[in-house]
């Protein structure tokens, strides 16, 4: 079967917010003197805010009442939207707008699966909303990455069978999500394992030659 509709993962894939999540945790993990380091942080690439905090105090063995848990979730997210206000089109790669143009061009359907509640506010200030033929967030799912309900959204949306979409993600939790409901995952940067992606990438334009060697097979 073909692959014809291609879903991007936004932080860590389309555009370096990652790292803006990372800092925040940081200092929150900071002034509640929690741990807090680049392992735990891979492990919550794809994952919701809410479970993002609960695998950092597993991590920590702490708990919290939920009235503190909401108090950092609320703190955490103005620290992130603090660094997001930055955000210009200067942040989106070439190499990423260029793969977006020529995807469009090739005639792929393009979309966003994106855990987060700030994606269409990021999608905006990078301008480049309205290149996506559906985007499904944080705002339009119950259970996040590696539940597949995000990626199941953009095929029902679309109207596309699993095994045509091909999803690419920077997280463990995503690459999960799709096999589940087998589309085809590909990985990229550090964190994704090599044993569970389907193929690696090392930078988004490589997703042209390989669905030229999906699609032509
Ligand atoms: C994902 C990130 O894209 O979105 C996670 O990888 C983050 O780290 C999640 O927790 C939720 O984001 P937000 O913007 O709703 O806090
Ligand atoms: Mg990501």
Redesign the pocket.
């Known amino acids: 079967m073909k692959v014809k509709t291609i879903i991007f993962?936004?932080?860590?894939v389309i555009v370096h917010t990652?790292k803006f999540?990372y800092l925040a945790w940081e200092k929150i993990c900071e002034e509640e003197g929690l741990l807090f380091d680049e392992s735990i942080n891979h492990q919550?690439?794809?994952?919701?805010?809410r479970e993002?905090l609960d695998l950092i105090l597993k991590y920590n063995q702490k708990e919290l009442k939920d009235i503190k848990k909401d108090e950092l979730l609320e703190k955490?997210?103005n620290l992130?939207k603090e660094s997001l206000n930055h955000l210009t089109k200067n942040d989106l790669s070439n190499d990423i707008l260029d793969t977006l143009l020529e995807l469009k061009k090739r005639g792929y359907l393009i979309a966003i699966g994106?855990?987060?509640?700030?994606t269409k506010f990021i999608l905006e200030k990078l301008e480049i909303i309205n290149l996506f033929d559906a985007i499904s967030d944080?705002t339009n799912i119950s259970r996040?990455k590696p539940d597949p309900e995000v990626f199941l959204y953009i095929s029902n949306i679309l109207n596309q069978s699993n095994e045509t979409c091909l999803v690419v993600e920077d997280?463990n939790a995503g690459i999960e999500a799709a096999k589940r409901v087998k589309m085809i995952a590909v990985g990229i940067g550090d964190s994704v394992s090599e044993e569970i992606a389907d193929y690696k990438i090392k930078n988004i334009s490589n997703i042209i030659q390989l669905l030229e060697l999906i699609n032509n097979n």
């Not at 993962?9 to 860590?12: A, F, N, P, S, V």
């Not at 994106?114 to 700030?118: A, L, V």
């Open positions: 993962d936004l932080d860590g990652d999540h919550l690439r794809g994952v919701s805010r993002s955490k997210n992130y994106s855990s987060s509640k700030n944080g996040s997280a």
